[in-house]
């Protein structure tokens, strides 16, 4: 329930509201505040991003390259990624994780030995925050986006990759079905089910042909994203309207 995943149970106090995906206009809304004061802004795809796959539908190349963009925190399902992934361990893929590792150092201390042990060792760089332009370099040599999030307000990691042509295996939680849509532009588990994200992984990993029919169509929805300077119009509009 976004009411109390992000808000509590009273709204917080505000003349405006500009908030990143309808799920969480919905959450606002059920917790009291009046839809004439919301705006979703959806935040803005940024250019730059590499072309679409080009290689034939028909092409297997090994390994299968996963990415995850993600801070290291138990709200973003890595550790269980990493199990799902130790039980896939007969398939030939590498795992990159790229995100913030000093917001929880207990957490981030377990993800380590976890992905540096048993069948994931060799297999899984934690290359910890990098740059928007290191992200794209790093979407560009990929195949496949994992995003196993328990929580969503929109999913900005998810847009970029989209954008970079890569299909993607998430949970359908929070705003990630307002970019996402299954078995067109990427694999969604229902919420918490670790188990069907296993078997959508395994899907990514068996079938190139999927790969390559769900990344073209995830490139193709993200030309309906709105770039920053309509996020900014969007921003504009609503705080300049009187209440």
């Known amino acids: 329930d976004p009411s109390s995943a992000a808000f509590g149970a009273r709204p917080p106090a505000a003349d405006r509201y500009v908030v990143p995906s309808r799920f969480m206009r919905d959450g606002l809304i059920r917790i009291g505040v009046d839809p004439g004061r919301i705006a ?52 030939d893929w590498q795992w990159d994780i790229v995100g913030d590792d000093s917001l929880d150092p207990a957490y981030s201390r377990r993800l380590a030995d976890a992905v540096t042990s048993g069948p994931l060792a060799g297999r899984v760089q934690l290359l910890g925050p990098r740059t928007h332009a290191e992200v794209l370099h790093l979407f560009a040599g990929a195949d496949v986006l994992l995003a196993p999030s328990r929580f969503e307000s929109l999913g900005m990691a998810v847009r970029e990759a989209m954008a970079a042509g890569l299909p993607v295996a998430a949970f359908d939680v929070g705003g990630i079905a307002e970019s996402v849509t299954h078995e067109e532009s990427g694999l969604l588990a229902p919420a918490g089910d670790f188990e069907a994200f296993r078997v959508a992984v395994g899907r990514l990993l068996d079938d190139p042909l999927l790969r390559y029919r769900l990344g073209a169509s995830a490139c193709q929805a993200a030309r309906a994203f709105p770039g920053w300077s309509d996020t900014a119009a969007t921003l504009w509009r609503h705080l300049m309207d009187s209440p």
Not at 58 to 75: E, M
Not at 81 to 89: H, K
């Open 40 to 91: 979703v802004a959806y935040p803005g795809t940024s250019p730059g991003h590499p072309p679409a796959p080009t290689r034939p539908a028909s092409s297997s190349v090994a390994p299968v390259r996963l990415i995850s963009v993600a801070s290291q925190l138990p709200v973003k399902g890595l550790l269980e990624a990493a199990q799902a992934l130790a039980l896939l361990s007969n398939r």
